[in-house]
C-alpha cells in the first residue's frame, strides 16, 4: 500500500536473516572461544547432534507432538471460552459487576500456580497440561474482547439504532466485526501464553511432552538436550503464533498492512 | 412563527420539548433545552444555530427518536415520534464508516438492517456512488478515502434509506473549507432534487444561510428558539451561486448580532455539563 513499503520489507527480511547468521555463528564459536564449557553451554553443533539423537532414541517427535496436541486443545478450548464470557459479560453490565471481582483476582492469581493442584486433580494425563493453558489463555482474550465491546463507538450504535436495527443485529453487524481487532491481539498474546502453560504443567508432572523431556536432560545433566527441547518449545510457539497472525490477515484484510510483532 | 407556509405539509415538528438531563451526582437536573416548539415543512431545508451546549444535538436526537423529551413531542409526518422512525435518517460530523466494510457495502448498511433486498440495495447504492462520484471507489475501505470522500459515503448511507428527513449534526464541520463547499453543493443539489426535508445544524453561519430557506437561532442553555429567519435568495441548490448574493452577507450579519457573537465568552462547557 505504502510506496516503497515491499522495498523496506525486504530490507526488513534480509536483516533479520543476517542476524540469525551471526547469531548461529556466535553459538557455535562463541562458548569455545569465551573459555565456557560445553555443559553449560553446548555449541550449535553438539546441539545439532544431539537433536538426531533425540529424534531417533528419545521419542522426540512423540514428545513434541503430545505438546503441541495440548497446546493446541488448551488454546482452543482457553480462546473459545474467554470470547464466549467476553461477549456475555460485555452484554450485560450486571454480569460484568457481579462478576468482575472475582475476575480481576483469579487475573491476579499466577495462572501456571495451579499446575500442581490440576495434577493432583487429575493425574499425570495430559488434562492438568491443558487446564492450565485453557486458564492462561481465557484471560487476555476475555479482556480484550470485553474492552472492545465497551469501547465501541456508542454514536454508531446509535446510527443502527436510528436504522432500527434489532439487539442482535447490532451485535453482528457492528459489535462483533468491531471486537475482531482486539480479539485477535488477545488471541496471538494467548498463543504463546498456551506454550507456557503447558510446559509449566509438563514440568510439574507427567512422563511425556517437551516439558517433560526438559527435566529428564536436566536430571542426566544433558545440557544439549535441554537445548533442544528449548529450541522445540520456541518453535512451536512461534508456529501457533504465526498461524493466529495468518487467520488474522486473512480475516482482518481491511485494516491496513502491517508487521508481524506489532501489537492490535 | 418557527412553521413553514400553510400549503405545504408539515413532516417533522417540535412541540414544546423540553429535555433535562439528571447531573452527576443525581440530584439536580440540567436543562438542555426549554419549550422549543417550531415545524419544518415538506421539501423545506432549516438551519438550527446556537452557542455551544445549547442543545441543538439534543434536538436531533430527539426527532430521530433516540431520546425521549422530558415534555413536549416531537412528531414526524404528524406521529408522535416513539423510537427511530424508518422515514428519519441522520448524519454527523463524525462519518461513522464500519472499517470493515467496503465503501458500497456502507453505503448499504442502512438499507441492509431494514431489509431491503440484495438486488435493490445494491442498485441503490451504486445510483448514489455514481451521483457522488465515488463509483471507482465502491470497494475501497474507509481508510483508503479522503475525509471529504468519507464524508460523501456518509451522506450516501443517509440517503439510501430514502428518508422523507434528514437530521445533520455539523456534517460538514470536520473537512476543510474547499472541500465543505462541494460537499454543501452536493448536499444542496440532492436535497432540492429529491425534495428531501432537512434539519441543519452548523456553526458556520455561510452554511446556515446559503444551504436553508429558514434559520432557526437558539439562546444559551436552557436553549430556547430565540428567532427565526426567512432567507429570502433564490437558488438553494447552489450555495456557491448564493453566497455571492449581497443579501447573504447581511443575513450573516444579523444572525452575528443575533448570537451576540462579539460578546460571547468563550464556553466553559466541559466544567459543568460533561457527560
Ligand atoms: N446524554 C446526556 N446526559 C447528560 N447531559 C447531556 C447529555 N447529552 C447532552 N447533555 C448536555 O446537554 C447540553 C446540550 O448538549 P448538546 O450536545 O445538545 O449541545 P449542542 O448544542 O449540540 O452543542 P455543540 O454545538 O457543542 O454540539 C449540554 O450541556 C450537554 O452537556
Ligand atoms: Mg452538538
Redesign the pocket.
Known sequence: MKPGGDSSMRKGAGASLALLVIFLAAWQWGPGALGVPSFIVPPLSMVGAEFVHAFAFDHLLLHTGVTIGEVLAGFALGSLLGALFGYLLGMSPTAELALSPYILALQIAPKVAFAPLFILWMGFTIYPKILVAVLIVFFPVMVNVLTALRNVDPDLINLARAFKATRAQIFWKVEFPASLPPMFAGLRIGATLAVVGVVVGELVGGDVGLGYLLTFGEGQANTPLVFVSIVMLTLVGGIAYLAVVLVERRVLHYLPARGIAENS | MSSPSASVPVRLEYRNVT?R???RGGQRA?T??RGVSFAVGDGEVVSLI????????????IGSGL?APSEGTALVDGAPVAGPNAHVAFMLQKDLLLPWRAVAENVMFGVEIQGVAAAERRRRAANLLAQFNLAEFSDHYPHQLSGGMRQRVALARTLAVDPHVLLL??PFSAVDAQTRMLLQRDLAQTLAREQKTALL?T?DLFEAVTLSDRVLV?SR?P?AIVDEITIDVPGRDDPIARRADPRVASYVARLMERLDIAHAPL?R?PA????
Open positions: 429535555m438531563f439528571a447531573e440540567l438542555a433545552v446556537g452557542p455551544s451546549g445549547c442543545g441543538k444535538s439534543t434536538l436531533l436526537n431520546m449534526d455539523e445544524i456553526h437558539m442553555r436553549g464556553e462547557q459543568e455539563g460533561d457527560a
